[in-house]
T-cell receptor, first 115, second 110 residues
């Protein structure tokens, strides 16, 4: 089945450790995104990538890093510089038709807990 | 991108139509209206989107006012599985960002 896969679903890390969240899509989408969601809040954009080897900061990029070496993959690293890393992380992808960007499809999320 | 305003929460009786409003008074001519929903602890699910005309698909209908300053998502026959947070988003077609607010928490009551 085509879709977007995030792994793992739950992740625990000790404070001060870097951790990488995986996001893979087989939808042949050009654009990929990372969002963070805190309890009772909407989604906030961390990073997005429109094409391989290119990415831009979103609204809350501090303490995070990404790479886009392959079209299918957009891993997010939560570094020790991120002051409040415990959150629900969502990855999404979308494609373009002509000059239009289509709807985004989301993965099922990774819940990161830092202790 | 234009901002949206939605009620914090709504209830709807099972089997009845759920009408979820959204205000986007600063919307520009090239901004689309998108609706997503999120069931607890899952990724948001795309529902529908539109620019000017009303739209309908197998999940819902989207009614956009003539001045485009507001819209309504209609779930024609709400079921318990429709209980979720519903997000209204306006987005420029050529930009690759989706901005989510806090949405409307819809509870479908048996």
């Amino acid at each position: 089945d085509g879709g977007i896969t995030q792994s793992p679903k739950y992740l625990f890390r000790k404070e001060g450790q870097n951790v990488t969240l995986s996001c893979e899509q087989n939808l042949n989408h050009d654009a990929m995104y990372w969002y963070r969601q805190d309890p009772g809040q909407g989604l906030r954009l961390i990073y997005y990538s429109q094409i391989v080897n290119d990415f831009q900061k979103g609204d809350i990029a501090e303490g995070y890093s990404v790479s886009r070496e392959k079209k299918e993959s957009f891993p997010l690293t939560v570094t020790s510089a991120q002051k409040n890393p415990t959150a629900f992380y969502l990855c999404a992808s979308s494609t373009r038709r002509g000059s239009m960007n289509t709807e985004a499809f989301f993965g099922q999320g990774t819940r990161l807990t830092v202790v | 991108d234009a901002k949206t305003t939605q009620p914090t929460s709504m209830d709807c009786a099972e089997g009845r139509a759920a009408n979820l409003p959204c205000n986007h008074s600063t919307i520009s001519g090239n901004e689309y209206v998108y609706w997503y929903r999120q069931i607890h602890s899952q990724g948001p699910q795309y529902i529908i989107h539109g620019l000017k005309n009303n739209e309908t698909n197998e999940m819902a209908s989207l009614i956009i006012t003539e001045d485009r300053k507001s819209s309504t998502l209609i779930l024609p026959h709400a079921t318990l599985r429709d209980t979720a947070v519903y997000y209204c988003i306006v987005r420029v077609a050529t930009r690759n960002q989706f901005y989510f607010g806090t949405g409307t928490s819809l509870t479908v009551i048996p």
